[in-house]
């Protein structure tokens, strides 16, 4: 976003806490396990789950707490960072997206089935899914199957799927930013 431009909509989400508690149960089963192992005298057995849980599951525990996706609508677009975006283990095209108003041939607001959709199967860390064709979906709260938000589609044939606490007001702004360039 330019010092010039008008912001008209910003919000940041994390993971809720049932799927961050997922990584860091896990991380506090494999603790428990190494403590088991060492009271046994299974010292091989401590050493690969701590070398399991160094390596792989307090990394990915971290990744969970600290992920975020920022939406922001202001003059000069629609912009979706995921932070962090070095280890966010998603591809750099969804990671960092920038769209100019004038690429948004239609938006609005919508509700995402994963159990009955398969327009954003892909790869994906929970409700961050980046499938083939360019679509693209950017859901940090997800219910269990269920996700509200706003199905943007692009005149160079990309979809998005924006998860949002208030997706009226996200379309609302969206409408609006095109509404205003126009009459600029």
């Keep these: 976003m330019s010092a ?4 008209h909509f910003h919000e940041v989400q994390r993971f809720p806490l049932w799927i961050t508690s ?5 991380v506090a089963g494999l603790g428990a396990l190494i403590v088991a192992f060492v009271a046994v005298g299974e010292f091989a057995g401590a050493l690969f789950c701590g070398v399991l849980l160094a390596a792989v599951f307090l990394p ?7 992920m975020r996706l920022v939406t922001s609508v202001d003059s000069t677009g629609l912009h979706l960072r995921i932070h962090p975006a070095r280890f966010s283990l998603l591809p ?3 990671t960092y997206k920038d769209v100019s108003l004038g690429e948004i041939s239609r938006c609005e607001v919508s509700v995402y089935n994963s159990l009955m959709s398969r327009e954003f199967w892909g790869w ?3 409700g961050l899914s980046a499938a083939k064709g360019g679509r693209y979906l950017y859901v940090m709260r997800p219910g269990l199957v ?3 938000g ?3 589609e692009l005149t160079r044939g990309e979809t998005l799927f924006i998860g949002s606490a208030n997706p009226a007001k996200l379309a609302a702004a969206i409408a609006r930013a095109i509404e205003k360039r126009g009459s600029a």
């Design 92 to 94: 750099r095209r969804m």
């Design 4 to 7: 010039t431009s008008l912001r």
């Design 22 to 26: 997922i990584p860091l149960l896990t």
């Design 60 to 66: 990915l525990a971290v990744l969970h707490l600290r």
């Design 150 to 152: 706003v199905r943007v």
């Design 124 to 126: 994906h860390i929970w």
């Design 146 to 148: 269920r996700a509200q």
